[in-house]
């Protein structure tokens, strides 16, 4: 009998709920097809919690995170929180979940599928072979260095503080290393060293590890050139590997190349193999309870929890080829359509990707 996995989900807000239900049946039909064992626990979290119990990270729901072995995650946020003071934003209570579980790597693939190329904004012979991995470190910098406000002579200041230490940078950069040496062995280190001071204790910590790497070629990239390489010569990365604000804007711009945000899964990792796993967009709002929303990125993330977390590579792999075939076979969801009419809807969407699951 296999193990039982303890999975905590939490929906969270807006379209959420719509593609996590679609990945716990894809859960579900793994479990069927592999014979393993999933205990899924249901908890709140985001803008839903600060509604039912006044924060967005209740202590019950960290708990519950904490007793599993990984955690999937739908989304969180909308406007009716977003003039809600700090402590009370549903951001905060993923910026804090991030924190308080310990995940300071977050791993961000963008492929294009060939059959999406179309999709793109970008000409479809720049996109040829994209596949890149962003590994962005996600907690520290200035996200979560001192913030305040302070009178000054021309009125009210705002300072965010960037930190790193060496450690911290140490740590991400060897995950990324060590990602690259899977992969195809070429790593961009993302920095801004020409004119911040972390950036150079970024880009020296870099180069004194570089060396343990032999195998791995390794490039020194500026953020701006980057973001315009990225659009130039997406397909010559491989491994980015970048600071917490720097990954979290070259990640959506790398989810674009691939035509939708609809589309890319993301793990958030610490130093053992415990996972938050949760699709790259947001809650979107816009087409909440609808039922059209694209469920592939956060079935896409239930297949890193698989490679990454419980070393169920196979499955991640049938789920991967379940979700091509179905895309092979023409099907869209509004957002990756180019004939919006023939869209098909969240639920369908998640069906015939369960169907076309098979061993
Ligand atoms: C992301 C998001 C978050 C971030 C927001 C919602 C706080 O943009 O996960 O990329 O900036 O990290
Ligand atoms: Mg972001």
Same mark, same amino acid.
């Given at each position: 009998m296999a193990e039982v996995k303890k999975i905590a989900v939490i929906a969270g807000d807006g379209i959420g709920p719509e593609v996590v239900a679609e990945a716990v049946k894809v859960l579900k039909k793994t479990e069927e097809l592999f014979g393993y064992k999933f205990e899924l626990e249901y908890g709140l979290f985001g803008g839903i919690a600060i509604d039912?119990? +006044?924060?967005?990270?209740?202590q019950e729901t960290l708990e519950m995170c904490q007793r599993a072995d990984a955690v999937l995650l739908g989304a969180v946020g909308g406007p009716?929180?977003?003039?809600?003071p700090k402590e009370l934003r549903p951001e905060t209570g993923l910026l804090g979940i991030r924190k308080a579980l310990g995940l300071f790597s977050n791993i961000r693939p963008a492929v294009v599928f060939d059959c999406l190329?179309?999709?793109?904004?970008?000409k479809p012979e720049v996109l040829e072979g994209t596949d890149l991995i962003v590994v962005r470190e996600l907690t520290g910098g200035i996200y979560f260095g001192e913030k305040f406000r302070r009178e000054g002579a021309n009125g009210q200041e705002a300072v965010d503080t960037c930190v790193y230490n060496v450690q911290e940078v140490e740590r991400i950069v060897r995950q990324a290393f060590e990602i690259a040496q899977k992969r195809s062995k070429r790593l961009a280190s993302v920095d801004k060293a020409n004119v911040l001071e972390t950036s150079r204790l970024w880009r020296e910590t870099v180069n004194r590890i570089a060396p343990e790497y032999p195998d791995v070629e390794l490039e020194h990239v500026l953020v701006d050139n980057c973001a315009m390489q990225l659009l130039r010569r997406?397909?010559?990365?491989d491994v980015i590997v970048t600071e917490n604000m720097f990954g979290d804007i070259l990640s959506d711009e790398a989810a674009m190349l691939t035509g939708s945000i609809g589309m890319l899964s993301s793990a958030s990792l610490g130093e053992g193999s415990f996972g938050l796993y949760e699709p790259?967009?947001?809650?979107?709002p816009d087409i909440?309870?609808?039922?059209?929303?694209?469920p592939i990125a956060t079935i896409l993330s239930v297949a890193l929890m698989f490679q990454l977390?419980? +070393?169920y590579a196979e499955a991640g792999q049938v789920i991967e080829n379940a979700v091509k075939s179905v895309l092979d076979a023409g099907h869209r969801t509004g957002d990756i359509a180019?004939?919006?009419?023939?869209a098909i809807g969240t639920k369908e969407m998640g069906d015939l990707i369960v169907a076309a699951m098979s061993r």
């Open positions: 039912e119990k +006044g924060t967005p990270l209740p009716k929180w977003d003039n809600n190329k179309d999709a793109s904004t970008l997406p397909s010559s990365f790259v967009h947001g809650s979107a909440a309870g609808q039922g059209i929303a694209n977390t419980f +070393g180019v004939d919006k009419s023939k």
